[in-house]
């Protein structure tokens, strides 16, 4: 079992950058793929940024790519989301999520989600 809890977001200005972070339960963090998901009110949650099993390959959504990056720290049991040019459409309610199983860059192999932490870019 595996419980998420994200910190990081805010208030910033287009063009601006946040770094998300999310603490993560247990001893077996270096054993699940994480991935960040972004949902806006009405609309679907989608995946961001993953990063795999190993740690050695990681998924860009390409609305991102070249602005955000994911890193994780195993000793620390905390994933991260850099997030660099900031832009309005990135507004969003960001989710951590895990997966024990699966393909690391699709939503259904995901099997453990946090919170939350709001990311607001005002233009």
């Known amino acids: 079992q595996v419980q998420l809890v994200e910190s990081g977001g805010g208030l910033v200005q287009a063009g601006g950058s946040l770094r998300l972070s999310c603490a993560a339960s247990?001893?077996?963090?270096?054993?699940?793929?994480m991935g960040w998901f972004r949902q806006a009110p009405g609309k679907e949650r989608d995946i961001v940024v993953a990063?795999?099993?190993?740690?050695?390959?990681?998924y860009y959504a390409d609305s991102v790519k070249g602005r955000f990056t994911i890193s994780k720290d195993n000793a620390k049991n905390t994933v991260y989301l850099q997030m660099n040019m900031l832009q309005p459409e990135d507004t969003a309610m960001y989710y951590c999520?895990?997966?024990?199983?699966?393909?690391?860059?699709?939503?259904?192999?995901?099997?453990?989600w946090g919170q939350g932490t709001q990311v607001t870019v005002s233009s």
């Open positions: 999520a895990a997966a024990r199983t699966g393909t690391y860059y699709v939503r259904d192999s995901y099997d453990y």
């Open positions: 990063i795999s099993y190993s740690g050695r390959s990681t």
């Open positions: 247990g001893r077996t963090f270096s054993n699940y793929a």
